[in-house]
């Protein structure tokens, strides 16, 4: 198969684990004959640093050209803390997730066997915990109206939602459901918002075309504490972009870390891989980044195109080198192996 | 002291938990000598029910001419499932906030030293975490515009803030961290939301009038996973009103049971009690709700008035009550103690 991959590396440790996912596919590539070409792009702050763009016509352009997206992390400090800057690095994300409609991102949740008790979980809470987030990408409270008045006292954000919006995701999510467990949860807020109660009421409406699927639905406050307390009891979670967001970030404490959780982001035409980790500023540049998130990202793209074998290669690489104990610091705190000992690890089992 | 404590039982298990609240009340009336005087009045889907209203012009006249209100549950599966519902019990909770200006809940995490290894957390995680989440009660999404079109296929929640929304709530957490190990956590999503960042720059300027209190920021998602990873770090959180809710009942799981937190909400004239539990509706008249968040609401209200020997005089029973395992099933799946039989405990021990 011949892939034109476009790769951002983006800001913080992008750049470092970025490059580990590379090389595990270009081992994939001659062992198994593929072509993957890449190129490279600006996104984040170090698009602005350069171009003053965090998502320059260039790399948008690339993107809608590519069969798909490799992505590493996005933001810097001296954004965070200026709520004045008029140009942010989560634009250039935000904006290339619409421009690509790249209206699913999916993030599985399953801890590895070998590291059951690296999580601040207890062993017999988490063990077989096996669930996947379906969070919609595209619309809600990130892209809805912000205003800001002129006097900088009073600020509103707007979330929206559209019954089309909401059946597109419900379909992906239902059909995962279907070939896994057959378990739905919906998570919203509806005995609050009004955007949440069309989500329940599009969701029951989508239900009834996957009448194998059994559906419930959770307030998303008592979804943040049931994904501690038994996260064995979900198969499929389906929400809105912000709970999704709070949600998988949280459910990542399950794995031990969230460097190990890539996700995928899908559209019609497109499909965006990134770890779900940020990136980590503090950790730039040093060599302890975990790039087994961003390894796996690689591998969830091969699947995306029907390389299920050649994903599964790299499945099986990343859990020999949590096996063997060949993990970054944030697995085992005296660890001697650093992202690049990882990533050639894997590159090396392929 | 005299008090009059206007009591709303609520919904589900709310009757039940609020009769232990009472019962502690009275006990500490009669030996430390202050008179509690009791009214009762509905809210929530018992209102309904009764008046077709989930607050009643009469019950919000009662808790704007007394002392404290003491709160129960709210809410009924009837009208969660229901997206056309056109009177919801959650309105009455919420227009009582309102009504009351209760700007500020106030949510208090601390695991008790006998019940460190019921948490799904492992006891290293937890053993020393204590921190307040301040949640701000009165803005934001949950109180912004709604919309619904015609056609039912779009939806909108409107999320709003101003200066001084954020500015009265910010000075109440310093304050409160001021008392505590000095430290306050900002938690938003000013890297995505308009509001996020008035919320930051707000309380970058109303930290000057503290500067013995470090200040430091989490986006939400990593503060979700922050919250189990490693609960020691946080002393104070300030939050609005949607990431409080589902920070607060994520940390719940720290302690053990969400059946063991209450909160305060303060405004400037008026105060509310309650546990943070739900309305538990499968519980409901079986004697197994854990009463002790309710009773623990009813020693906050007294810490409120200054009550604070009488306040940890209820600390101390119910910490015997733990220490003797008279808990119900949420902490001991084999308890043959009740509702009931814990309240009765945590009275006689007064
Ligand atoms: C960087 C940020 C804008 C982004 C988000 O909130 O979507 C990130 O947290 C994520 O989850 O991909
Ligand atoms: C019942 C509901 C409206 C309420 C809220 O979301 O505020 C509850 O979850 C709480 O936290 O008090």
Redesign the pocket.
């Known amino acids: 198969m011949n892939l034109k991959i476009a790769v951002l590396p983006g800001d913080g440790i992008g750049p470092e684990v970025i490059l580990q996912a590379k090389k595990a596919l270009y081992a994939i590539g001659e062992v198994y004959n593929h072509e993957f070409v890449f190129e490279e792009a600006l996104m984040g702050a170090i698009a602005i640093d350069k171009t003053g763009n965090p998502l320059p016509e260039q790399t948008l352009n690339l993107c809608l050209n590519t069969d798909a997206v490799l992505f590493g992390a ?2 810097d400090p001296k954004y965070d803390n200026n709520p004045n800057a008029k140009v942010r690095p ?1 634009q250039g ?2 904006k290339l997730r619409k421009e690509l409609g790249l209206f699913a991102n999916i993030r599985p949740i399953k801890p590895y066997k070998s590291l059951l008790d690296a999580s601040p979980l207890k062993r017999e809470i988490i063990e077989g915990a096996d669930f996947t987030i379906f969070r919609e990408l595209t619309g809600g409270a ?1 892209f809805g109206a912000k205003t800001l008045n002129e006097e900088g006292t009073h600020a509103s954000d707007l979330c929206e939602y559209s019954e089309e919006e909401i059946t597109r995701i419900a379909h992906l999510a239902f059909k995962s459901a279907q070939n896994r467990r057959k378990k739905l949860t919906m998570v919203d807020k509806a005995n609050v918002l009004e955007t949440s109660r069309l989500w329940r009421k599009v969701v029951q409406k989508v239900s009834e075309n996957y009448p194998d699927v059994a559906l419930d639905f959770l307030f998303v406050d008592n979804a943040a504490m049931q994904i501690i307390l038994n996260p064995r009891q979900f198969d499929v979670i389906l929400t809105e972009n912000l709970f999704g ?1 709070i949600l ?2 949280e459910a990542s404490v399950i794995t031990g870390s969230i460097g190990l959780l890539a996700s995928a982001s899908l559209g019609e035409k497109n499909a965006l891989f ?1 770890p ?1 980790h ?1 990136s980590y500023p503090q950790a730039k540049g040093k060599n302890i980044a975990n790039p087994i998130a961003s390894i796996l990202s690689a591998a969830m793209l091969l699947e995306h195109f029907g390389l299920f074998k050649e994903a599964n290669v790299i499945y099986k690489a990343i859990e020999k080198a949590i096996e063997y104990k060949v993990v970054t610091v944030d697995l085992k705190p005296d660890s001697k192996f650093g992202t690049n000992e990882v990533g050639e690890f894997v590159s090396n089992f392929i």
Do not use: H, Q, T
């Open positions: 996005i933001g989560e994300l935000l990130y967001d998988s970030d990134e779900i940020g």
